[in-house]
């Protein structure tokens, strides 16, 4: 059986944990905050529900992306929209610079999606099958200047797994 049959989908495994550690936080922090208006003889429904509705607010906001890739296909699933653009189709992929490195990519139909380049370092089957999909667009024609996009953003995936394998190892 071939690798592309064995991976006809991924999703980022961080996912789950991401979600429980979002919903813990957004929580604990109104019970908290209500156990100090408590404690300070302050408490009223009025102000409970503010603590509440700041619950609501930091979930929406710490809430994490469901990355999903399939052969052709890539898509995110936020907390109130989904994204997807077609891999095996691209227009264009870059790599956007800054204090945290966003990869964007543009299809040919004009769908767009930005996502964080370091999901695909912690998720190799993510990885493989984007990576595929932008290998066909390159040898389709579709990306101007494709292989130089795709080298820079296997550079920034080699060099997360250099730095993670360094880090795991105690040499960081």
């Known amino acids: 059986m071939s690798a592309t049959r064995l991976l006809a989908h991924a999703e980022n495994r961080e996912w789950a944990g991401s979600a429980r550690s979002a ?18 003889g302050q408490s009223s429904p009025r102000r409970a529900l503010l ?32 994204r997807h653009v077609r891999t095996d189709l691209l227009a264009s992929v870059d ?3 800054g204090i945290s490195p966003r990869l964007l990519l543009v299809d040919i139909e004009g769908n767009r999606l930005e996502i964080d ?3 695909f ?29 795709l080298q820079r953003l296997s550079h920034f995936a080699d060099g ?11 040499l960081l």
């Open 117 to 119: 380049p370091r999901v």
């Open 23 to 40: 919903l813990g936080v957004a929580a604990l922090l109104p019970l908290l905050l209500i156990g100090v208006d408590a404690a300070g």
């Open 51 to 82: 603590w509440i509705a700041l619950g609501l607010l930091l979930l929406s906001v710490l809430w994490p992306t469901r990355v999903r890739a399939a052969p052709g296909l890539l898509t995110t699933h936020g907390l109130l929209r989904e």
């Open 95 to 97: 790599l956007l610079a």
């Open 160 to 170: 997360e797994n250099v730095r993670l394998i360094f880090k795991s190892s105690g």
């Open 121 to 149: 370092v912690s998720d190799p089957p993510l990885w493989y099958l984007v990576n595929q999909g932008i290998r066909t667009s390159v040898s389709r024609g579709t990306i101007p200047g494709g292989r130089q996009s």
